[in-house]
């Protein structure tokens, strides 16, 4: 059984994983760099583990050190307990859910790979919004999307923000980065893909009318909030579709927009929304 250790200095060695959470730009480079990402809450950290992410250590208040013992008897990795106050002087903020965990990272599949026996796959490009990538993930996960693709200026979805809005579900959809960029498009159409372009475009098709899920492999290309997929994405689509818009409204975020997109290509898959085998 793993001891808990207490620790009172807010400046412990041991606690450098934790550091800065809130510097967005420092973690950014500091977290691929060390092979590491944060998993934030009970849930999340089991979700991590059951993923098969390796755990470096966690950072508890002493209040869910019960809660998570099963956990820290089975990874047997260090334990560190502080005060809340103390957290929140390492990490920049208050920990609202009293318990992190440093995972190590593994490395990325190649795009081929993930390609071979995907059916439904998302394309995402220069979406560096972390909150949109958790929706995005999360949305991916549950309405059975096999597999996400992104741009090399796409956010982490690694990194803490992204893993906490997806609630863990970045840890469900396999991810590449799909890199040279639009150049790496041919590799996802030679593969038997029809690359979709989703835009609020008029000269689109509406989705209803292109019917993706009666397609036998489609990609789904996302932009980022407000500018949207880049003219070169666009030019190498195989065919732009839209989301019907009411009451004047221009477009959708591109959150809300990915989950409405998802549906419409998942619906009527074989095995309700599962890959095909």
């Known amino acids: 059984m793993a001891e808990p250790i207490t620790v009172e200095d807010p400046d412990d060695p041991r606690l450098r994983d934790y550091t800065d959470l809130t510097d967005v730009e420092l973690r950014r480079r500091r977290e691929p760099a060390e092979g590491l990402f944060i998993a934030e809450g009970e849930k999340v950290i089991r979700r991590a583990r059951d993923a098969g992410y390796a755990m470096r250590s966690m950072l508890l208040s002493a209040k869910w050190v019960d809660t998570m013992r099963d956990v820290i008897?089975?990874?047997?990795?260090?334990?560190?307990?502080?005060d809340p106050r103390l957290a929140e002087r390492v990490t920049g903020y208050h920990v609202h859910r009293g318990a992190l965990a440093s995972m190590q990272r593994r490395p990325l599949p190649e795009t081929a790979e993930l390609l071979r026996t995907a059916r439904r796959v998302v394309v995402?490009?220069?979406?560096?919004?972390?909150?949109?990538?958790?929706?995005?993930?999360?949305s991916a996960a549950a309405l059975g999307m096999d597999a996400v693709l992104l741009s090399p200026d796409c956010a982490d979805p690694l990194y803490r923000r992204s893993v906490k809005v997806s609630m863990g579900a970045v840890f469900s959809v396999p991810y590449a980065r799909l890199d040279p960029w639009p150049q790496g498009l041919e590799t996802v159409r030679e593969a038997g893909f029809r690359l979709l372009a989703l835009t609020p475009d008029e000269k689109a098709t509406a989705l209803d009318e292109a019917a993706p899920h009666r397609m036998d492999r489609v990609a789904l290309m996302l932009g980022a909030e407000g500018e949207g997929l880049s003219r070169r994405a666009l030019?190498?689509?195989?065919?732009?579709?839209?989301?019907?818009?009411s009451h004047g409204v221009d477009s959708l975020n591109v959150g809300a927009a990915a989950a409405v997109a998802f549906y419409a290509v998942a619906t009527g898959r074989p095995g309700d929304g599962q890959p095909e085998t």
Do not use: L
């Open 235 to 245: 030019a190498a689509a195989d065919e732009w579709v839209r989301i019907p818009m």
């Open 124 to 138: 995402m490009e220069a979406v560096n919004d972390h909150t949109n990538i958790g929706a995005i993930f999360r």
């Open 73 to 82: 008897d089975a990874s047997q990795v260090p334990v560190y307990v502080v």
